[in-house]
């Protein structure tokens, strides 16, 4: 039995922990911290957690924990990734892994001083069932040699404010929204970024403007086999959670995600055929937020190396970063 301890209670933070409690195998959850009270009291009563704590160095004490899962704020993940493993942890963290290129270069170097150890950042949509079918067939070579990703990740505007009181600690729409797409677009095009342009504003919530930040964006990526990217972030959508991805190669296309159905029911009413669409992150990607801590805890068992690592955070996080940066100066920005 792996025990875990987990730092972050908050809007993702809650449903790791009911997860590592109820749904996965071979897995514990012996530990909660989080600074705010009710989120720690809230776990004692629902989840029955043997330790919680308000500070995460006094969780790291604890040496009947295996490894931790850092859902805390963004600004967080890279001092917390480097003291957990000092302190002899296995580490889940969860996206982006860090906020600018100086962390998460530094995160990089103290996980390969640590390579004994687990480390694997919550890229989830990798786990997704259809994400993942969608990568076995680009494989099998159904659509040729993709050279085109076409992205939506757009939040619902019921969940936008949110949204503006997380921006200061989020980093901004792109590290914080558009680093899926970025993660995603890497690993189906098989390439890294070469260059960034992006734009985008604040065009219904000026609130984002404090945080240099956008209620919309868009960038457009170059990647050094000359595939492209367009991708499109939003936090406006009305219709409620829509993520959507096309992947496009020279003998065909697929699509993920072309209209976020609920489920499978459509309603004939007065308004005609209605498909109801997913609320969000939680309810889309419900098994793959179970299925990606099942494959942390499968591969601190079985002691092998998870798909989804450090590298796959830095390279992220520059492509973010210099979309960030393109957004700012109204320049096309070259990776080096
Ligand atoms: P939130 O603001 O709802 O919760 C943050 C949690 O971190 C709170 O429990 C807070 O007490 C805790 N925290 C912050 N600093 C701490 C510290 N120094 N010590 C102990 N606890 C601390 O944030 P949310 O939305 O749950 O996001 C958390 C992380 O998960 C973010 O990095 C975000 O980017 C990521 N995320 C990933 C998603 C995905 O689909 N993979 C979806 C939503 C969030």
């Known amino acids: 039995m792996i025990k875990l301890g987990i730092v972050g209670l908050g809007r993702l ?28 009291k809230d776990a004692q009563k629902n989840l029955g957690v043997k330790y919680a704590y308000k500070d995460f160095s006094e969780m790291l004490k604890n040496k009947e924990l295996d490894a931790i899962v850092i859902a805390s704020s963004s600004t967080e993940h890279c001092k917390q990734i480097e ?24 995160a990089r170097e103290v996980v390969g001083k ?29 659509i040729g040699r993709p050279f085109l ?13 949110g949204a503006i009181a997380f921006s200061e600690k989020s980093g901004g729409i792109f590290l914080d929204m558009a680093i899926h797409d970025i993660d995603l677009a890497r690993w189906y095009l098989g390439s890294e970024v070469k260059s960034a342009y992006a734009i985008g504003g604040c065009y219904e ?10 209620d919309n964006a ?20 009305t219709h409620g959670y829509h993520i959507e ?15 976020p159905q609920k489920n499978l029911v459509t309603i004939f009413d007065e308004k005609g055929a209605v498909q109801e669409c997913v609320s969000g992150f939680l309810e889309r990607f419900d098994q793959a ?31 973010a970063y210099a979309c960030k940066e393109s957004f700012e100066s109204n320049k096309l920005v070259i990776i080096e």
Do not use: W
């Open 218 to 237: 868009v960038a457009l990526l170059q990647f050094k086999n000359d595939a492209i990217g367009i991708l499109y972030v939003g936090r406006t959508c």
């Open 289 to 319: 937020y179970v299925a990606e801590i099942q494959e942390f805890v499968n591969c601190i068992i079985e002691k092998r190396k998870p798909k989804v690592g450090v590298d796959d955070g830095v390279m992220s996080t520059k492509v």
């Open 205 to 214: 919530y000026p609130e984002f403007k404090k945080y240099n930040d956008a």
């Open 13 to 40: 933070g809650k449903r790791h922990a009911e997860n590592i409690a109820f749904r996965i195998q071979n897995a514990e959850l012996l530990a909660v911290c989080s600074i705010v009270e009710d989120e720690i």
């Open 114 to 142: 640590h390579n004994d150890k687990i480390f694997m950042l919550g890229f989830m949509r990798r786990y997704d069932a259809s994400y993942a079918y969608a990568k076995k067939k680009i494989e099998e070579g159904i």
């Open 83 to 106: 003291e957990a493993l000092n302190a002899g942890f296995h580490v889940f963290s969860e996206k982006p892994l860090g906020i600018n290129m100086h962390e998460v270069l530094r």
């Open 245 to 259: 991805t096309e992947i496009v190669g020279t003998e065909g296309s697929l699509r993920i995600g072309s209209i």
């Open 149 to 161: 990703i076409r992205c939506y990740g757009l939040d619902p505007v019921k969940a936008v404010q």
